[in-house]
């Protein structure tokens, strides 16, 4: 069981480790939009096309 | 032919023809209806106008069009704001890139508010900004605040124009034009310093939060080893060595983490009012110190995985109440700025140079046009118009002003262009100094001791007592054996019920109103909100609709389409209201239309000669029905406009400020349910008389207003709130203009209606976003629920401490037992608070 001594201390090194990747993750303020992420990832890009014709000027009819 | 009628507010005028018309066709990019001659005959893209057709092939030709299929995935999304058109010169000029955008090298950072974000499909659009305006090298948008941060090469448009490099450079105007006309018309915005600080703490809580997690989770794990080596044989070393990690491990929870509440709790002490982070912080540092001596000596209960769990969860539960209370603080902030930030300065010769307004000199020459907001406080010294000042004075028809006229920045120019000559600007305008009071008054405001916090006084007092009887039960048994108790007793009956439920129900309420409509800024007001009071209203744009309409129609009621047809060319604020109003009327022809100053219009129509106009409009003598008719116009305080055809005076009209629709009803049911009415307004009194009758016969309450005042200004309605204050009432006050922001503001609980002005939206502690004062029934029954949520929630805590207590003066308690009944309790507490719909529940 002495392995204890050794492995407990090393369990506590990666613990602590993720605690300074939170540390500074949320003082570089990556943290304090948690809205708009949740949004952005849904928008996955459609495979690149040649940009649209537009509306064909023909067809502009203005009711004013 | 003598036709009476009485227009009852909110109906629409003289009955409209039939329309024939089919399954109206949504327009392709705003999704409002499209009028049948501009419909895309082949099914196609169709488009209500020429902006939106605009828009469209903007992002098709950009590629962007993805932007719709992202919009039509979430069903009942709000249109896009409509583009304003302008041209956002300023934004290009040094002092305004100084103010608002940091630079570093040739690249500059601005940050702006965005009107009419509301959805995923905004995100992705304005984050395309790169790909639009070339030269912008990075877009992000802040969904929750409306922010978007841009980067751009500054510089003259078009490529290596300005840069060394040879890179596209932009404007800071061509980015703002972009936007405004993809309908999300761009503020300049910097971070306000009250702002800057909610955001520094809110980041120092996440911190604390994640760090106190991190501790309870791995002094878990030892207490965990620990509990199970007890039934186990473990030996005394390992026992020794689990001991002491698992409180080197809980260590920055229980002082760094906490120390939140460590300082609420001196805070308290030296303000010697009872707060929740008195027991806590008690509870937390007896716990340690009784560990830390039972560590030290070898036997005894360590308490450090309960202490830096209850750390953590404690710290969850007001950082959830804290960001809910930051996201009604925003939304309310972002409403439109009080004054334009740009103004038209004339040099000299003549020329207009559109400058930021605060850079104003005194004595510089500002022009404003027809329809803008006039930028500083000043003289008129060319031209004559109407000034809509409803917002600072609360009257709500508009102003003459001529030469030697004084105006207001943020009031409204309505009919043409004047000239004026500044007085003062920025920080010294009567808008900025009205702000000013109203921050004043909200600091002055006496704070709400909520019922968590007199709970906590109470709960503090009770386990004290039992602890000391608990030691004095004890004592036969040895000192060490009572200290042991005692001390056991203090850390397992822990406040959850106050702590952590009243923080979640509260932002669950919170959630649950902003999802209703009704952003609230703050846990006080609910419980405030949740007893009857004296509720001060204001009445332009609060109990009325705040803007002119056609209300009564007195005499022949066919002369619609010659009304029309004269009043469509003039601007005149009462001919916009009355063209408005027969919006579904079709125009006649006129010709040799002529307008006179203060008169009216007059011209042929289909052949007859007609005049619209004042009553010296029209020939006297008046015949006697037109008389009386103007005798009650004139007694309600509304606008009279006269139609004679032919020289013969055929109809009288009156332009007012109607009455909002549901006012009346939600007027009755307030007084029904124990609240004391009264009317403040800086209207006429005329006016408010009127206003008054109406609501009275409307709502069949005689005396629903204890009090009603016209002609009252800002300083009036603070010091009428503040008295009533002073008396020890609880007084709502209810109003939307910046005249009413400092009695918001002083208030126990203010009330800013839709539409209201940005100063009032700040000021007042809940904000409506559903126009029209029915959201008030809505706020006040929410809040009664959410108040009997945490009663509920602080029975069932007490009645689980009750439990342990029992236990603890048995003797019976472990860690064990104090480790299974804590989290028990509040896991009961919090899915309470959850569970419970309190606003937004159908009647």
Known sequence: MSVLFVAVPVALAFAASAVLAFLWASRGGQLDDLDTPPLRMLHDDPPPRAPGPGVPLANA???? | MLHVEHLEPG???PPAPARVCAQPTACTHCGQPVPPASRDPAGGASFCCSGCRIVY???????????YSYRDREPGNAPPALATGRDYSEFDDPRFLDLYAGSRGDHRTLELLLEGVHCAACVWLVEKLPELVPGVTSCRLDYARRTALVSFRAGAPGPGAGAASGATTTQASAIARTLDRLGYPPHPHREGA????????????????GVAGASAGNSMLFALALYSGGFADMDAEQTRYFRLLSALVALPAVTWSAAIFYRGALGALRARRPHMDLPLSLGIVLGVLWGTFNLLRGAGEVYFDSLSTLVFVLLAARLVQVRQQARAELAAGSAHALTPHAARQLDAAGAVTVVPAESIPHGARVEVLAGDTFPVDGEVIVGASQADTSWLSGESEPQRIEVGSEVFAGTTNLMSRVVVSAERSGAETR?????????RAAQRRAPIATVAERASAYFLI????????????????????AIEVAVALLVVTCPCGLALATPLTVSAALGQAARAGLLIKGGAFIEALSKPALIVFDKTGTLTEGRLSLVRWVGDTSLGPQIKALEQASSHPLARALVRALSHVPAGTATQVEQHLGIGVRGIVDGRRVTVGAVASATAPLPEWAD????????DGQSPVVVCVDGVLRAVLAVGDPIRPDAARVLARLRQSGNRLVLLSGDRTAVVEHVVRQLARQSGVRELFETAGGELGPEAKLAFVEAARARGERVFMVGDGVNDAAALAAASVGVAVHGGAEASLQAAGVFATRPGVEPLLELLRGSRRALGVIHMNLALSLAYNVAAASLCLAGAITPLWAAVIMPLSSLTVVSHS??????????
């Open chain 1, 61 to 64: 009819r203005d009711p004013r």
């Open chain 2, 11 to 13: 109906s629409t005028p």
């Open chain 2, 57 to 67: 092939g903007m992002l098709r030709e950009h590629a962007l069009d993805g932007y």
């Open chain 2, 194 to 209: 009250r702002a800057a600080i909610a955001r520094r703490e809110e980041r120092d809580l996440l911190t604390r939060l």
């Open chain 2, 431 to 439: 808008a900025a100094r009205l702000w000013r009071e109203v921050e």
């Open chain 2, 462 to 481: 009770g386990v004290l007592l039992l602890a000391v009887i608990a030691f004095l039960a004890w004592l036969p048994a040895g000192a060490g054996r």
């Open chain 2, 628 to 635: 009386t008719a103007l005798r009650g116009i004139e007694r």
């Open chain 2, 834 to 843: 959850y569970r419970r719909r309190m606003f937004g529940v159908e009647k």
